[in-house]
């Protein structure tokens, strides 16, 4: 994931940015009556590929990801629209921790 954000992580202005680069973000796609979302298909194929292994492997293992799939399931949920929240969410996260991250070593960099 530290190769998406390259050298400069402040080049990524937002999460929705980092979102929609590796293809996590949710766009609408209703017709009708119904109301759905599908994920974007641009972005940064590996770092899709890499986030939808670490959902694959949330859902077995993390509890509170496991809370989440049942929760959501009995909203009627399928298991596609529940592993797009969760991609989306992990993106989330992973934007909030590389970006901390890296406000913690300019702080030190200013520092010393």
């Given at each position: 994931m530290l190769i998406v954000f390259g050298?400069?992580?402040?080049?990524?202005?937002?999460e929705a940015a980092f979102a929609k680069l590796c293809g996590v973000c949710p766009i609408p796609a209703s017709s009708g009556l119904t109301n759905k979302h599908r994920l974007y298909r641009g972005g940064h194929r590996q770092a899709n590929a890499a986030i939808y292994r670490a959902i694959v492997v949330r859902m077995q293992y993390h509890a509170p990801t496991i809370a989440y799939m049942s929760r959501r399931t009995e909203e009627g949920l399928t298991k596609k629209d529940i592993i797009r929240?969760?991609?989306?969410?992990?993106?989330?996260?992973i934007f909030q921790r590389v970006?901390?991250?890296h406000r913690a070593r300019l702080s030190i960099a200013k520092a010393a």
């Amino acid at each position: 994931m530290l190769i998406v954000f390259g050298d400069n992580p402040e080049r990524i202005h937002s999460e929705a940015a980092f979102a929609k680069l590796c293809g996590v973000c949710p766009i609408p796609a209703s017709s009708g009556l119904t109301n759905k979302h599908r994920l974007y298909r641009g972005g940064h194929r590996q770092a899709n590929a890499a986030i939808y292994r670490a959902i694959v492997v949330r859902m077995q293992y993390h509890a509170p990801t496991i809370a989440y799939m049942s929760r959501r399931t009995e909203e009627g949920l399928t298991k596609k629209d529940i592993i797009r929240c969760l991609k989306r969410h992990l993106a989330r996260e992973i934007f909030q921790r590389v970006m901390a991250d890296h406000r913690a070593r300019l702080s030190i960099a200013k520092a010393a």
